[in-house]
Nanobody
Framework: QVQLVESGGGLVQAGGSLRLSCAAS????????MAWFRQAPGKEREFVAAIRRSGTSTSYTDSVEGRFTISTDNAKNTLYLQMNSLKPEDTAVYYC?????????????????WGQGTQVTVSS
């Protein structure tokens, strides 16, 4: 069973950048489809981005397309989310998630394993 630990969150001004990391243990990252979700206060957890376990395809929600990039480093067994041109509406707790199914989904129920989350706050 894979364990996931996020890091890299923090406070940043609008227009700034952050890179989130998700370190995996107890399993090989390349065996999982990986994703990032986020949850703002008072809102449901929503899909942000995903990368297929082959690394050959990615998917983004419309609001982050062109600003965020999801990637993996298999040697480090780590998932990343590079976030550029951040906006106040990007403020949320960001979670990484893993699924042992081989395709991409934006559904929370698709993912079997979750990290504990890391807070991202974007000030205006």
């Amino acid at each position: 069973q894979v364990q996931l630990v996020e890091s890299g969150g923090g406070l940043v001004q609008a227009g700034g950048s952050l890179r989130l990391s998700c370190a995996a243990s107890g399993g090989t990252l390349s065996s999982y489809t990986m994703a990032w979700f986020r949850q703002a206060p008072g809102k449901e957890r929503e899909f942000v981005a995903a990368i297929r376990r082959s690394g050959t395809s990615t998917s983004y929600t419309d609001s982050v397309e062109g600003r965020f990039t999801i990637s993996t480093d298999n040697a480090k067994n780590t998932l990343y989310l590079q976030m550029n041109s951040l906006k106040p509406e990007d403020t949320a707790v960001y979670y990484c998630a893993a699924s042992n199914r081989g395709w991409i989904s934006d559904s929370r129920s698709f993912y079997n394993y979750w990290g504990q989350g890391t807070q991202v706050t974007v000030s205006s």
